[in-house]
């Protein structure tokens, strides 16, 4: 057995800031995706119906997850993961820029395709190139470590990408926010250039042996199928049923085109060796619980960012107001007395016979819901001029914890480690998706705070709700990219790494999908206890198969 040390390879800063800065770009639009989509075209914005904006955001970010399938294949039979991560960081940041410059839906539409492409390239191949580093002793006894420290790389970039594009929002306007994400992932790839001596021994491609998966095989029996499956989703509930299955035709095109993708993941456990069938087939147990994490925990960007736009107390401390304008990083609102609607809790100015939430153009519903206190300073003050953090700002939150708390958890499974007392890696992630389901419950006691939207809560309900997920998120997310690391037949690794992501992409489909039904909910509580209810589920199936998962980590030798 390895004896425990704290030694790690010389490549992981440039891998931690290469991802660090590409994670910059990524999270950055995620940020301001909703915010630009359903903000009016008078103002810089698309103008979408938030159900709509939502719709495409769990679309998109459900794709940018589903492409590592293959691009994890193709970096380990044909590319190479160098090769996979130069060509993964050009195709995002040309995407980012695009965004940025067209408005056009045919050349928007362009630009997220190159994001999604890029990153089915990138993802997978810099986290097996990660794994390949720490394969050899002295290394090795610190893999999980250094997933998590790889893992505040990503966070870091994620926490200061939020401050800029307030900034760059606010001073230049939505398309300069997003061309900068696009100059992050290119200095991401020179710092990738910079460190390729301490990277280069880790870009080990596996020889191909008798039985494995033809790139053929994957492109004519999963993604033609995918395809042809998506086109029936697409078209066959309507003609059948008159109605689509899961609320929108996007829907139900993505979750078919996902079963020819999940039967291949499947087979692969039924086709494997006696040797690689149980690890395959833990690690598909494991997709499978992580893929409800993901659908509760990409609501960031969609109904939590909703809570923090509408049901959030955005007023910057009056001692703040000053740097905060200087930096550019609030935004100011004028009150006046026409400007707040009576309408009900959903948060939208307007309503369409058809119940369709849309934006009431001269009224600002952010007044809406202020508390009687406040509303009173506002009608007897002067200046009516209120200065509100940026709703993107929030995004910062969980990256910060992340960053917080990120030595803390490692410390804690390291003190566990030396009285050989440390959870196993499957044993981390079902904690993790407990810890997950108790972030709901601070949501439930923030909509009974406000009154069910009535009035404006503090700020501290989301920070919290924030903090208690990431502790989770630190227990479920690095450990799945050490467990395929580990568990992974060494010549799939990066295809498994795809099937991590193909769970995360299923997941943050269904993320966009829950998040839809956000109006459906007059007791917005009632959302969040069906959130809770979902990851509970998933622990319980977690903890029913815990005890064969670490059976077979005992098998491969691994913790």
Not at 118 to 123: I, L, T, V, Y
Not at 150 to 166: D, E
């Amino acid at each position: 057995m390895a004896t425990s040390n704290n030694k790690h390879p010389k490549g992981l800063p440039f891998l931690f800031f290469t991802e660090m800065w590409e994670r910059f770009g990524y999270y950055l639009i995620l940020g301001i995706f909703v915010l630009y989509m359903i903000d009016p075209t008078d103002t810089g914005g698309m103008n979408f119906l938030p159900k709509d904006a939502y719709d495409i955001f769990g679309t998109f970010i459900a794709l940018t997850y589903l492409t590592p399938f293959l691009g994890g294949f193709l970096a380990d039979r044909v590319l190479g993961y160098v090769k996979a991560i130069y060509i993964g960081g050009v195709l995002m940041a040309a995407g980012y820029i695009g965004v940025g410059l067209f408005q056009q839906l045919p050349l928007f539409y362009l630009s997220l395709g190159l994001v999604i492409l890029g990153n089915g390239f990138f993802k997978p191949s810099i986290s097996t190139l990660l794994g390949n580093l720490y394969s050899e002793e002295p290394y090795k006894a610190n893999k999980d470590a250094g997933y998590n420290i790889f893992y505040m790389g990503i966070n870091i970039g994620a926490l200061i990408c939020n401050f800029v594009a307030a900034y760059m929002r606010n001073e230049y306007g939505w398309g300069p926010a997003f061309i900068t994400a696009g100059v992050g992932m290119l200095i991401g790839l020179v710092v990738f250039t910079i460190g390729m001596k301490h990277l280069r021994a880790a870009n080990v491609m596996k020889p191909v042996q008798e039985g494995d998966t033809k790139l053929s095989t994957v492109l004519l029996q999963v993604f033609l199928p995918a395809i042809i499956a998506g086109l029936i989703g697409w078209f066959l509930p309507g003609m059948i049923l008159g109605d689509t299955i899961f609320g929108k035709q996007t829907d139900d095109a993505f979750l078919f085109a996902c079963i020819p993708v999940v039967y291949f993941y499947v087979s692969l456990y039924f086709k494997a060796n006696s040797e690689d069938k149980r690890p395959i087939g833990a690690l598909l147990a494991i997709f499978a619980v992580c893929l409800m994490f993901w659908a509760i925990f990409k609501q960031n960007g969609t109904a939590l960012t909703n809570w923090a736009e509408n049901y959030t107390d955005r007023t910057a401390p009056a001692f703040l107001e000053e740097p905060l304008k200087a930096f550019s990083l609030v935004e100011t609102k004028e009150y006046t007395d026409q400007e707040v609607p009576t309408y009900d809790n959903q948060f939208v100015a307007l309503k369409t016979e058809a119940g369709d939430p849309v934006r009431e153009t001269g009224k600002d519903i952010y007044f809406r819901n202020i508390s009687e206190e406040q509303r009173t300073t506002l009608e007897t003050s002067p200046d009516k001029s209120v200065y509100l953090f940026n709703t993107e700002l929030f995004q910062s939150v969980n990256p910060f914890w992340v960053i917080v708390l990120t030595p803390v958890v490692v410390g804690i499974f390291m003190f566990l480690r030396r009285r050989g007392k440390e959870p196993s890696t499957p044993s981390k992630i079902v904690i993790g998706l407990f810890i997950s389901a108790l972030s709901c419950l601070v949501m439930v006691g923030a909509v009974a705070a406000g009154g069910n939207g009535l009035e404006k809560v503090s700020s501290w309900w989301l920070i919290a709700a924030y903090g208690v997920i990431t502790v989770g998120e630190l227990c479920l997310s690095p450990m799945g990219l050490s467990l395929v690391s580990k568990l992974s037949p060494p010549r799939i690794t990066a295809l498994m790494m795809g099937g991590f992501f193909l769970s995360t992409s299923i997941g943050n489909k269904l993320s966009g999908v829950l998040a839809s039904m956000w109006y459906s909910y007059d007791d917005k509580a009632n959302f969040f206890w069906v959130n809770f209810g979902l990851l509970l589920v998933a622990t319980l199936i977690g903890l029913s198969i815990l005890k064969q998962l670490n059976k077979v980590m005992k098998e491969k030798g691994v913790n």
